[in-house]
């Protein structure tokens, strides 16, 4: 209970710093629509196999910028008081949760603005809309331990993309292959590996960070 | 030498020798577009076994040394990852000669090799990862909690991904290769001392460097 007390009120507290500088929301969101015009304005008009690609691209250069912050803001005095007070666990849990919210959210806002600028080929939108958020989550689990290992590393932001890629990559492949299947409107069923190998990862990665982080937020 | 202690790494040297010229010098079948390039089944595939088991040792010593912060652990762990990446070097070269005869290009899109190409990429940035950070301990924990973070997602890549697509190589699609069908007894007789030469010697190469950089570490201290 008392973990589930401290992983809330951490969550809480991430989200009101947040809502006090509304620095990262706001700087994300509008990466995302300056990236999704300048796509835009560099294609035009693209065929459908393309559009499901270049989504994901750009879901995947925000979710890296976005969420190679959350580890940078925590200075090393605020960690000394992090040590006395909390467990790891919660901590490395509430920054998961609070990055999953935070990119189900940028990426809800990126697939609209992006279907209102280009064209809007999806067939299956609930499908469509499930492999965002499984997206999202992806994104989330993966890249808040990574930025976790990259800030150990004077926070060094190229390191933060060179860890991410190639452990990113099997994710993003499942997950491109399962929104195009959503996109053609292919019969759900079809889909039934890719959810299930995500889901898997995913659960994998929890547990790993978990099990990990309480190993590196000691310097 | 001490027979008792380092039978193994003779058993290697006979395997691999015996492989080279049963490679070379053996009876394969015959069989269509492959040809005589069958032949390299027994040097390209042992890379990959071999390139797996000194990763999992990578793993299993980056565990190790965070449950136990001897430096010893973490030199295990690097030099693994060393030789497990050079293994796969070798991995992608021979297979990047066998598809150039049996599949017309040396990188065909398939999905195996692609995973192969990014797996290295994990430790190629295990090693950047190093490289960024000066002082020995904090070094050895970060990188050994990337290890173990990274390692679940590489044998998604290597052994599940590829499962899902249609791939060039046998076993996933519906080309000629070496399933269960075509590779003989004869073959097989070559193949599996094959594999476990080359996961001995790859051991062995590793303990030897493993040796080596410790003397070094020494020398230095001194």
Known sequence: MAFIKETTTLIRKEFLMEWRSKYALNGILIYVFATVFICYLSFKKIDPITWNALFWIILLFTSINAIAKSFMQENRSRYLYYYTIVNPAALILSKIIYNLILMSIIAFVCLVFYTIVFNNPIQDLTYYLLAVAMGGLSFASMFTMVSAIASKANNNSTLMAILSFPVIVPLLML?????????????????????????????????????LFPYIWRD | MNIKSNWWKITGVILVLFSLYQGLMGRVPVLPILHETIRNIYYHVPMWFAMVVLFVFNAIYSIKYLSSGNEHHDNVAVEAANVGLFLGVLGLITGMLWAKFTWGEAWSNDPKQNSAAIGMLVYLAYFVLRGSLDEAQKRAKISAVYSVFAFPVMIVLLFILPRLTDSLHPGNGGNPGFNKYDMDNQMRMVFYPAVIGWILIGVWVMQLRVRLLEITNQILEN
């Open chain 1, 175 to 211: 997950l491109i292959k399962f929104s195009k299947n959503a996109m053609d409107g292919i019969d759900r069923a079809s889909s039934n590996n890719e959810i299930g190998v995500l889901l898997l990862i995913n659960i994998i990665v929890f547990a790993v960070s978990l099990l």
